[in-house]
């Protein structure tokens, strides 16, 4: 396995206990550019022996990814919970989640769907012209920069998503340990090493390189051998992977998963019949980690009337009485006290509740805000994530002035309709604008809720995802890493083993599935 | 039916007889800034009425284009022939193919795979929590702009691959005719909004600007309401518009087929079997269409020999006695002359056949270079695409410096393998390499035939193409304009009619094909 950077290393960083932001020991080695280099080096190297293993070797590999996570034991969950500051209990389902996505992709890659194998057979009987033989096959993409995300320490960080996705695709990935938790990266790099190891991987195959600075990134995916890039964080950084990759000689794809809002549609009828309980279940799903969720809902809007008036009570007394946890660091409490600060000082927004204060540092109280319609139509800004536990209520005159404002907004993530039998026919209205705007649309629940399976899409049009035509999250996560090669009359002995005559799989015989 | 443009053209342009060089009648309208405003606003509002459109509704429409397109005649075929200087045998090939490829663009509307429509169905009693009911469709990214080329008047042009794909996806369409050939694009623009109109499709489903400048095209890509781009040109054009379309506020995907030289490998035992015929047909395929093949063999590489000796002999022979057709455009002559005057002063290369020289203008001679692989390592400028009937043999000692020379190519389209059954074993240690360089890859075969079918790729990675991860040609380049959403707990009233329970149509249900 590679190991970059413990040779020589010209400084340390620490990381910091979210809780009382002091230090935490022990010391982890900077990664220099040589290290980069060096990683990106051995991927390349790696890349054909490991894109060329049958699936169940890579599954297995997968598989021993997992169970080298679940080895690490309570020690990862405890430094986890210190670096984050994020519950035991919901790190521990993180942790199950993120061996159950590792589990997932192992079964991708034995259903080999994701090949999209394709044959037509040759024709040479055709007239005007015969037909070659053209057989298709996905190939994987190359190496892989995946930059771990603060906010899901282990699901969607050193183990998380895009690892298991490009790696399930076949391509080797060069991991950026996110620097708000270098000891649970430290321990899950660990882990891939060690599934490598035990499942006869290619050196190359997982690279790791940490510390503070943005230059790691900026070499990582301007590295020549480095073909894409994962990313789940800022608005600003993924912008900033998004121009570096474009500026290469070759460009690159840049899956970066960004910013978004997620506005809530409270439709009248299920407002009328159940407002004051959709009200405190909309605390429960804004609060949720500190509002530290991609899915966070940021923007409610409903008509108004006296449903909406019993859900905002029912909100207000919940957030009221919502005592904070530490988000995940200073500089992400230091954003959202801008933000939500904003918030309050625009004469067209009102507070109208706070969550209770924290004790010691980096706790932020929760935060809503309520204003109008119009006053959204005529401010954007208004529109724009802030990152944490606060939302805006916008309160619309009726359905067109709603649909106004959802047609001002920037690409989701989500977008979420409350309704009853009897706002069928209004929201039968909102589908298609609410499709056009988001990855994912959904009834009557809340977007904090991520299933990792086939048909989820944690994605949407820009600048929710650099990409809208991708998730990083579900089985289709793969696709990204992906690029068809037609291969024509070759022989059979030279074919890959899953295009030739009578090889097991799905594929699709002259466009159909066979 | 959008048609923009013929209210008050500010000025006209006119096409060239590519034999002749000479104006054609008619005049032709330039578009205006305004007119791409016009058309843009109408492809916007077209889309949710277009892509509600049942499989049926939409597959008729695409195969009304095409009996429009053949309604038109033989007029078309000569007013192309005039205006592109390809043979009318090759021109009807085309029409062929242009056809054929909506017809089998409408099958897949039908078939339904595109829509990768997949069930993760609801798992209330699992633990520790339930799973809502998931649901993943395809959707269309929104209005296409889809610029002409001058090499394909038919089949790349205005109802071509691009627009037939684009619009099977549901998504609108606005061309940008290519100005080389304004009249065969006015009289299938006119097809094209005969066949939207008998069919009953909504108004702006097809827009249509024309005009020599590139103001036209840049307006077309910066359009808000534009969301995906298909182009096949020069690198210098494909780059520009993704600058453009990364430049915007919204940045958008751009599939640009760009530049490829597309080598071909002659391995020891074919060419010792059949060193002078390869060599005739290699002539075949590169002179075909004056070389104007996006898929033109513009490299040759072979282990020094007997073999390689009798190949050249017998190209050199056919290449000599090669008469000319016109170029498609003054530009691309001036281009080819210039490109091939930098190879034929090159000091490392030896020019060891030319054509012969045609009459007329826009009459460029065919060439052939030879030279060795360390030159080709020492000067990459060798390995840049020459658009035209020109070729490069490179010489090289042995199998390593052969790998070597490719290794050291940029991205390509296509790489061809001429070879025996004493070659396989090379061949396989070739494999890999090649497809980590090409889009396809064929055997005993010359790449200028592209087959329009399901697992034909015409793509490769970068600058062959702006996205390796694409195709322009083959019913995979319907993904090129499709996203996914999932729909978590929809009502069935409010799911999309394939993603309710008993649809017809290919899903995946938990994961299998059902």
Known sequence: MQRVSEADPTTTFQGVDAATGAPLEPSYPISSLADVDAACAAADAAFDAYRATDPETRAAFLEAIGEEIVALGDALIERAHRESGLPVARLTGERGRTVGQLKLFAQVVRDGYWRQARIDPALPDRQP????????????????????ASNFPLAFSTAGGDTASALAAGCPVVVKGHPAHPGTDDMVAGAIRRAAEKTGMPAGVFGHVRGPANALGAALVQDPRVAAVGFTGSRGGGLALMKLAQGRAVPIPVYAEMSSINPVLLMPAALAARGAALGTAFVGSLTMGAGQFCTNPGLVLAIEGEGLEAFTRAAVEALTAHAPQPMLTGGIRAAYAKGTQALASNPAVEQIACGLEGDGVAREMARLFTTDAQSVLADR??????????????????????????????????ATLHMDEADHAAAASLVPLLERKAGRVLANGWPTGVEVSHAMVHGGPFPATSDGRSTSVGTLAIDRYLRPVCYQDLPAALLPAELRDGAAGPRMIDGKSA
């Not at 012209?129 to 771990?148: E, K, Q, S, T």
């Not at 208004?382 to 709603?402: K, N, P, T």
């Open 129 to 148: 012209l015969p037909r070659a033989d053209l057989r298709l096959r996905m190939v994987p993409l190359g190496p892989v920069a995946v930059f771990g």
């Open 381 to 414: 800004a208004l529109g724009e994530e802030v990152f944490g536990a606060s939302s805006l209520i916008i309160r619309c005159r009726d359905l067109d002035e709603l649909k106004a404002v959802i047609a001002g907004l920037e690409g989701q993530l989500t």
